[in-house]
């Protein structure tokens, strides 16, 4: 009788909200379907049910948090579809990238240094949101990569870009709450 | 004490009888409790009609202990005997509370979290927080007339895991059981949210006694959803009076005060911050114990700018969370303040000049964050209202793992919707190794010693491997009361170790079901008869919660597994006739382990349905 626990929720995470498996996605659409799904599942819906159900309401709950967070988030959306398509983006080992992006992320690097030691934390906040500008334009070329060339070699590249900015956006927060702090 | 009704075997319960459940706001300096009668939320007074306890406990030499009011008035006779704010003591090691010397206690640095030395002995902030608890659970009691099924306690947002553990302790030890732990300014929002229909990207500004916290949420239809959270846990009103007090030893020129005139002195730097919400300026007099007198004129002003730094501290996170949330502060739609210590004009001015708009006021303060939590304790006790709403909250603080070069490796990031897990490989760093140490974390920093160390477990028995051939999965559960259990498990010889994150201080299960014992038989009840009575209830509400997944969904059972649960919930109302607790709490279990996969499939069910009838409806 356990054999079929969870037998939907084995699916993959965009069989769980009957979403199409590809990279465009509407994210308010996604919102609505988490929302709904979120409400059926969630632990405070089973607070005076038994064990059983809170357990099960549990694992449910957050089965469909991973699901919903997977999907939001562009650079975990594409590595997602990568790995259901068999595809290892080897970001801890495949470090190689073109020059030109190398020579992008220094200057990148340079102005975050600067802003950091001059205590700036309105140029802080410019080079944010410049990077999140940048950020969506690579989101785009992932899209085209996934779901029109099916390109997995140049999407996983991008993937890997993607974790880059990811990590110098991080640098940037990490640094205006230093300043702030 | 009523009467518990029984339901006749065979029959279904429901409609049952009202759950009585309360919402409990255990704050630094005042604590409340409400409850929801006749559909409305309000917040149960004492039997002088006042509604706020003030959380101050006095452990008198005559062996009593004295909650409240009371209590408070005896604070500068008797300051060390007299906790008070002892919320700032929860989950807290001596290292981190900042400036010792500022209370009158003697702290004693027991393992994980300081004991106050007290003439009833060594106090942990856990008991003396049970104190107040317990006193509140009294006076709900006596109001409503029955035996609570449960509590909803609220904390500070940005409580850590730890402060979290530590209150859920608190509470278990004034034997409350805890529905739920609930973010205040959550609560909050449920409150404001549901009193004026609103809709949009709220900010949550939650200046309390001793904490201050602030959530972005998003209202739509009936979903609370936090976007994001940040604060202070050691930032409050506390620290204006603080501010005031230290003026006042500076205008006075007054130096090593003994406890008595230190206790003297901060009450009356309150009553001035209190006076000064009101009025333009205020007198400060007191007479010290050597006979000095004090009489001082504080203006308005003054007050300002010697608690400006104060304000400018709580405006660091509210930038940091609406940064987390990805938005500005033109987007959001109202900011509703929450906390006594936002009555003071200058916060109020601060928080309208920064969001560009004035502040909502409209709900008392003080009690807001109770009314929240007693409207969400009705839901979870299974009283349902005619509104159906969701809260999903988040965890304020990232979990992780230290890793190579005391590290810290970021597992969970702060801001996850909860429940949430999530699982990462590592692997062993030298031939051979047979064991694995593994550390959790929490917080943002980089370094393992800036971030607060929560619990440390060994994942013993891995075969001999050459290094780096192991494969252990670390595994973070965080569960709906923002608590955290950890797993890890070798998964090529399925070794495995868990740990439930309770802090190294943490009371046990078994010194928590010792201390309650021993309370309970302090005032002479019959500890059996209330383990029976609680089974009873517990079996009750299992087997009216089954009977209503029967009506619905019986067709998910074939004949055999629908004999073997009605056998097995047979078992139980005859358990329950019997009125034997042992028997009682063993058919539940078993009752329970046969009810799981039917549970998992009307829930799979359940989401399916719901999401088909989105998908025809949005796509």
């Known amino acids: 009788m356990t054999a079929d626990l969870f037998s939907d929720f084995q699916q993959d995470h965009f069989a769980l909200f009957g979403l199409p498996r590809r990279f465009a996605l509407d994210g308010a659409a996604l919102d609505t379907l988490w929302r709904t799904a979120a409400a059926q599942v969630h632990p405070d819906r089973f607070a005076s049910a038994g064990d059983a159900e809170k357990r099960v309401a549990l694992m449910a709950a957050t089965r469909v948090n991973e699901a919903y967070q997977t999907l939001k988030s562009p650079l ?41 030691h001059g205590h700036d934390v309105d140029a802080l906040e410019r080079l944010s949101r410049q990077l999140r500008q940048d950020m969506c334009a690579m989101e785009d070329e992932l899209g085209a990569a996934l779901d029109e060339r099916h390109d997995h070699d140049s999407a996983a590249l991008l993937v890997r870009k993607l974790r880059f900015l990811e990590k110098l956006d991080q640098e940037i927060g990490d640094a205006i709450e230093a300043l702030l702090f | 004490m009523a009467l518990l009704q029984i339901a006749e075997p065979g029959l279904s319960a429901a409609p049952h009888q009202h759950r009585l459940a309360v919402g409990i706001d255990l704050g630094t300096t005042n604590s409340l409790v409400a409850t929801v009668k006749s559909g409305a939320a309000t917040v149960l007074p004492d039997e002088h009609g006042r509604s706020l306890l003030p959380s101050v406990v006095r452990y008198r030499d005559d062996g009593r202990t004295i909650v409240g009011f009371d209590a408070q008035a005896e604070q500068s006779r008797d300051p060390n005997n007299t906790i008070v704010s002892v919320k700032r003591f929860m989950g807290r090691g001596l290292a981190d509370i900042q400036d010792v010397g500022r209370s009158p206690y003697r702290f004693v640095d027991a393992p994980g979290m300081v004991q106050l030395v007290t003439r009833a002995g060594h106090k942990s902030p856990v008991e003396v927080s049970a104190d107040i608890l317990r006193s509140l659970r009294e006076r709900a009691e006596a109001s409503l007339g029955g035996e609570l099924i449960g509590a909803v306690i609220t904390v500070p947002a940005y409580f850590d895991d730890a402060q979290r553990q530590a209150t859920k302790d608190a509470a278990r030890l004034a034997g409350l059981n805890v529905l739920r732990l609930l973010n205040e300014p959550t609560a909050a929002a449920i409150a404001y949210g549901l009193d004026n229909g609103a809709e949009g990207t709220y900010v949550v500004y939650d ?267 670390v595994t973070f559960q965080v569960d709906a009361d923002g608590l955290l259990a950890v797993t890890a498990r070798e998964m090529i010889s399925g070794v495995e170790a868990s740990i439930e ?102 829930m799979d069910r359940n989401i399916q349905r719901a999401l088909t009838g989105k998908n025809i409806e949005t796509l």
């Open chain 1, 76 to 116: 975990a959306r594409a590595r997602y579809l990568l790995m259901l398509a068999g595809v290892d983006t080897a970001e801890e080992t495949n470090t190689s990238m073109p020059p030109a992006f190398l020579m992008a992320q220094i200057e990148w690097r340079e102005a975050i240094e600067d802003a950091r």
């Open chain 2, 207 to 473: 200046l309390g006694g001793g904490t201050f916290d602030v959530s972005v949420l998003a209202l739509t239809r009936g979903v609370f959803e936090v976007l994001a959270t940040s604060g202070d846990s050691s930032l409050g009103g506390d620290d204006f009076d603080h501010r005031i007090y230290c003026w006042i030893l500076e205008q006075a020129d007054l130096h090593g005060l003994n406890a008595h005139d230190t206790r003297l002195l901060l009450t009356r730097a309150r009553e001035a911050k209190e006076a000064l919400t009101e009025h333009a300026d205020t007198r400060i007099t007191a007479v010290l114990s050597d006979g000095q007198t004090i009489d001082l004129q504080l203006s308005q002003a003054t007050f300002h700018a010697i608690s400006k730094t104060l304000i400018d501290k709580t405006l660091l996170p509210v930038r940091k969370a609406l940064r987390d949330a990805r938005i500005g502060a033109e987007d959001v739609k109202g900011v509703v303040m929450v906390g006594g210590a936002t009555r003071m004009p200058q916060v109020q001015k601060a928080v309208g000049d920064f969001f560009g708009r004035p502040p909502l006021t409209n709900l008392d303060p003080d009690k807001v964050v109770a009314l929240g939590a007693a409207i969400q304790a009705n839901v979870l006790a299974g009283n349902k209202g005619d509104d159906e709403w969701l809260l999903l909250d988040v965890i304020p603080l990232s979990l992780g793992l230290e890793t190579m070069g005391g590290l810290t490796e970021k597992i969970i990031p702060r801001n996850s919707t909860i429940p949430i897990a999530r699982a990462q490989e590592f692997t062993t760093f030298k031939d051979g190794q047979t064991a694995l140490s593994v550390h959790i974390l929490q917080g943002e920093r980089e370094l393992v010693s800036d971030c607060r160390s929560l619990a440390k477990f060994v994942l013993r028995g891995i075969p001999p491997m050459v290094a780096g051939a192991a494969r252990i999965r």
């Open chain 2, 501 to 602: 994150v309770k802090p190294s201080y943490g009371l046990s299960d078994d010194e928590i079901t010792r201390m309650l014992s021993d309370s309970i038989a302090h005032v002479a009840d019959d500890i059996n008869a209330r383990k029976l009575r609680e089974a009873i209830v517990d079996a009750d509400s299992l087997l009216d919660a089954l009977d209503a997944a029967l009506a619905s969904d019986a067709d998910l059972l074939d004949e055999a597994e629908r004999a073997t649960l009605d056998a097995a919930m047979q078992a139980l109302r005859d358990a329950i006739a019997a009125e034997s607790t042992k028997d009682i709490n063993a058919c539940s279990h078993k009752l329970n382990q046969a009810s799981e996969p039917f549970a998992a499939r009307r």
